[in-house]
């Protein structure tokens, strides 16, 4: 229970009661980032279903937008601005370890900002639309599931960091459960078309990854954050597409 609400501590700002949260703990904590996710998109879908009885959809996707920001804090659009800036600047490996250091966000950091807020706003809006707001639910579950498989799969940027501490409890096994938990709920919420989503999304969202391990041979905490968010407003598009083609 505790590595559970050490996970909602991290990546939500949902008020909680404080707790001693033990270093084992913190490790464990990775294993429920899917399941924070679907706490994470219940709110959001609850959130759409309440302000469209009071607004327009074109408000009710930007409130629901701003509620996705606020309840995880920023704190992944953080990393992807950091990996913007790093990248925009075509410097060497080390330069771009460097910028993402640095806490002042330059010109491509605040362009990849808009670029993503933008996105998800309007994906949002076409979803409410089309009366799919489900994939609320869903995009987070996504990305967090993508987020531990890539904790899983690629080095991180030093040994005995908080990464590496993540990466010890997510074995094969409970990346596997973890699977299994997300195709169960898809299939339940959204039927078969949600094994064609998260397969649309990871192997985008593999690609990030992939070329991130590339430039910089291994991942960082802000490629972490970038990942989630990349994942995230990808699941909205790529379901978009697929419902279209469909």
């Keep these: 229970m505790k590595a559970f609400l050490a996970a909602l501590m991290f ?10 949260i033990s270093k084992n703990d913190w490790h ?57 800036d790093g990248f925009g600047s075509n410097k ?67 040994e005995g960091g908080i990464g590496a501490g993540l990466r010890t409890s997510l074995s094969v096994i409970i990346v596997f459960l973890n699977l299994l938990f997300i195709l169960i709920v898809a299939y339940y919420l959204i039927g078969s078309i949600g094994i064609l989503i998260l397969g649309g999304t990871a192997i985008f969202s593999g690609l990030l990854a992939i070329n991130i391990y590339k430039k910089l041979e291994m991942l960082t905490g802000d490629c972490y954050g970038a990942l989630v968010e990349w994942s995230e407003v990808v699941a909205l598009f790529v379901s978009l597409a697929i419902w279209r083609i469909l």
């Design 11 to 20: 990546l939500t700002r949902i008020p909680l009661p404080q707790i001693n």
């Design 92 to 158: 060497s490996r080390e330069q771009i370890l460097e910028i993402m250091k640095d806490s002042r966000v330059g010109a491509m950091g605040v362009i990849a900002a808009i670029c993503l807020i933008g996105g998800k706003w309007v994906a949002v809006y076409e979803l409410l639309q089309h009366d799919r707001a489900i994939m609320l639910v869903m995009s987070p579950i996504f990305a967090r599931f993508l987020l531990i498989s890539a904790i899983r799969l690629f080095p991180y940027r030093q």
């Design 28 to 84: 464990k904590s990775a294993i429920y980032f899917p399941l924070v996710g679907l706490v994470i998109g219940a709110i959001l879908y609850l959130t759409s279903w309440g302000l469209e009885r009071l607004f327009p959809t074109t408000v009710t996707a930007f409130l629901v937008v701003l509620m996705w920001i606020w309840i995880t804090g920023g704190l992944h659009i953080d990393g992807w601005m950091d990996l913007a």
